[in-house]
């Protein structure tokens, strides 16, 4: 089922009155919430709270006096969070609508894009610091130097790194861009640094994130939420099926493989999950048995390839020093042309590995399977009904 220009038309001329009350039983208690945080950062009264630890991962009110289900400035007219979510009402289509002028069509699973590339870092030490070959730290560093934004949100690992606990945090500079890069597959709501990014005085930020926190900006966008959203210039959306609990470390890595979580020195799946180690060893572990430690958040989020994303990036190439690299608007054709001009990345057609293409849509495919048959229905268009 489509969403019509004609119904995107009436929804922006229709007032919106959808609050806290709402947000929490069309997405929170029905599972769909993933965890981006949009609906915390764009709260203006501060009353809407963020479980940051394992099995947590979600929003909760913190007001008392109408209780968890219920906002009392939702009440008076506030509709603040609602607005912000990328899980509700017709997300997709608004979001879709706002960025491209149209929404997806049937074929276009893994959502609109201009161009399909494999790139990397042309710089040895950031290839190497990065991960897949640096796409992501390079793109920062170079659009922080030609003055596109002034800071990125993005993620850290909190104390020395062997605690592989991810936390948002803010990078202004190339040391701190470099100390972000890297993958680390359990979940950080970047989003959230975005107080921390505004104190420091940046204006125009990157959003580096999870496919659902990229699609936070053009949500917020298209439902004219105001000043919350204006910060956010650039949009970086990172390939995602899935991310762990942080209990994966403790109940699966050290239980059954004897990996210490302060041991790890670097995490990639190709695959299967891939572990390297303080005394050079490498491991791998078989995906399904890291099933059991999937995030809540991500068990019915239908977006794997980031599609609201100005550059959309992932590692999913036959090369793991190349990154799978999707343009899809013009502010990301305008970044990524410039930086192969400057010989910044080095870049290939993406047809060169047709592989990695067919991957994308095969994994696009399956997440969209994911979102429940009881939620909007135009987010499983192109995805066959199961028989």
Known sequence: MTVSAETLEEVQKTRWRNQWKELKAQVIDTDLCTGCAGCVISCPHDVIGYDHEQGGYIPFHLEDELGPDDCIHGQKGCTSCTRACPRFGIWEAQ???????????????????????????????????????????????????????????????????????????????????????????????????????????????????????????????????????????????????????????????????????????????????QIWTADGGFHEINLKECHAWTRDGCNHCPDFAAEHADISCGGIGENSDWTLTVVRTDLGRE????????????????????????????????????????????VSLGIPAKK
């Open 95 to 273: 979001a879709d609508d706002h960025l491209f002028g149209r929404t997806r069509s049937e074929d276009e699973v893994a959502g609109i894009y201009q161009d399909i590339l494999l790139t990397r870092a042309s710089d040895k030490t950031i290839n190497e610091v990065g991960q897949d070959g640096g796409l992501v730290s390079a793109i920062l560093l170079w659009a922080l130097e030609h003055d596109y934004i002034d800071a990125a949100l993005v993620s850290y690992l909190e104390g020395d790194k062997s605690s592989w606990k991810a936390r948002p945090g803010v990078a202004s500079t190339k040391e701190q861009i470099l100390q972000s890069a890297g993958s680390r597959y359990t979940y950080s709501a970047n989003t959230l640094a975005l107080d921390e990014a505004r104190e420091a005085g940046h204006e125009r930020l990157a959003l580096v994130g999870m496919s659902c926190q990229s699609s936070v900006p053009p949500v917020m966008w298209s439902r004219r939420i105001g000043k919350v959203a204006k910060p956010f210039v650039f949009n970086l959306g990172l390939l995602c099926s899935k991310t762990f609990d942080d209990a994966i470390f403790e109940e699966l890595f050290w239980a059954k493989y004897g990996l210490a979580r302060a041991d790890i020195t670097k995490m990639n799946i190709k695959g299967v999950f």
């Open 335 to 378: 970044i990524i042309s410039r930086m192969i001009a400057d010989g910044v990345i080095e870049s290939r057609p993406g047809d060169s590995d047709p592989g990695a293409i067919a991957l994308m849509r095969k994994l696009a495919e399956k997440s969209r399977r994911r979102w429940p048959a009881t939620a909007e229905q135009s």
